[in-house]
């Protein structure tokens, strides 16, 4: 266990060595003169020497202060060129939390772009299905689904969750898929998923209430892909497929894209507010989602609590 003396003594002696002068120490450390010399008075006392010759209008470091002051100088050295490699290691790394299919679909294939505009940034993604705990793990931001509404997260709306059913071209035109109460009939990638009895209830068609047999995935990424093999109609958000539906290898039946409350929120810690690194990643995603309003209903991209 280290012996140290008080840290507040130890800074004053530091401040006061290098000017040789309690006023302008003072000043430095946003102290009064007179606590200036009182902690200094007290590092003396607990180390039993003198560490500054006092005359009337000055003040002049002893034998003992010389010798002590550099070896603290340099202390206090070592100790602020620490800290600033810390904070600038912490600035040129940008970690990013978001889920699976956003990741996978949407934000791999534009971070490109936020690199080229910020190649200061190193950018390291982690995908989770899960909410991330800004308390215990290393994410400086994440992209969450739900209602904005989470106690310390600054958030900022991006867009509204929306769904369409998909599929191959072989699919629809094998089950002549024409009309939206067709999807009851056909198979249906995890069909007891919430957003099936969203959408039919936007077109107008009831829901069975039976739980039905099919494939039940845990991610639209995977959905999309199961889709992509031909044997099922999968509900997908056609901004995340976009690549996929320009091929042809997917195609939407329907025009009718429904929308749900939740929505997409890019979030962080309140008292990271003020990060540079966090402003520049906050103002990009928010203008390149902006691309995105030509491929969706308009309300998507409107923050509406009330759908």
């Known amino acids: 266990m280290r012996r140290l003396p008080p840290l507040a003594a130890v800074r004053a002696f530091e401040a006061a060595a ?7 120490a003072a000043g ?7 606590a200036v010399s009182y902690q200094i008075r007290l590092l003396e006392d607990r180390l039993g020497v003198p560490l500054f010759v006092r005359s009337k209008r000055r003040v002049t470091l002893s034998e003992a202060g010389r010798r002590l002051a550099p070896v603290v100088s340099d202390a206090f050295d070592r100790i602020g060129e620490g800290f600033a490699d810390l904070v600038d290691e ?16 949407w934000l791999a294939g534009h971070l490109g772009a936020f690199q080229i505009a910020r190649p200061e940034l ?6 989770s299905n899960g909410l991330v705990d800004f308390a215990r793990a290393e994410a400086d931001v994440a992209i969450r689904m739900g209602a904005g509404n989470w106690p310390g997260l600054r958030a900022h709306f991006l867009f509204h969750h929306h769904f369409t059913p998909m599929c191959t071209p ?9 009309e939206p109460a067709d999807v009851l009939a056909v198979p249906r990638l995890t069909p007891d998923d919430e957003w099936w009895p969203l959408w039919l209830k936007r077109a ?3 829901a069975p209430e039976e739980a039905l047999p099919g494939i039940r995935l845990d991610s639209q990424a995977t959905e999309g892909q199961a889709a992509m093999a031909g044997h099922s109609l999968g509900m997908l958000t ?11 290898r997917l195609v939407q039946p329907f025009g009718l894209i429904a929308c749900e409350p939740r929505a997409h929120w890019l979030v962080y810690p309140e008292h990271k507010r003020g990060r540079a690194k966090i402003r520049a990643f906050r103002d990009w995603i928010i203008a390149a989602l902006e691309a995105e309003r030509a491929f969706a ?8 609590p009330e759908l």
């Open 122 to 127: 190193a950018v390291r993604l982690q995908t």
């Open 297 to 304: 209903p308009p309300e998507v991209f409107v923050h509406q």
């Open 204 to 206: 107008g068609v009831t």
């Open 170 to 178: 072989e699919f629809r035109d094998r089950h002549c898929l024409r």
């Open 28 to 34: 430095e450390l946003g102290l009064t003169q007179a």
């Open 238 to 248: 056609p901004m995340f497929w976009k690549a996929e539906l320009a091929s042809g």
């Open 18 to 24: 290098r000017h040789e002068n309690f006023t302008l």
């Open 90 to 105: 912490d600035e040129s790394v940008l970690v990013i939390s978001t889920a699976q299919t956003f990741a996978s679909n």
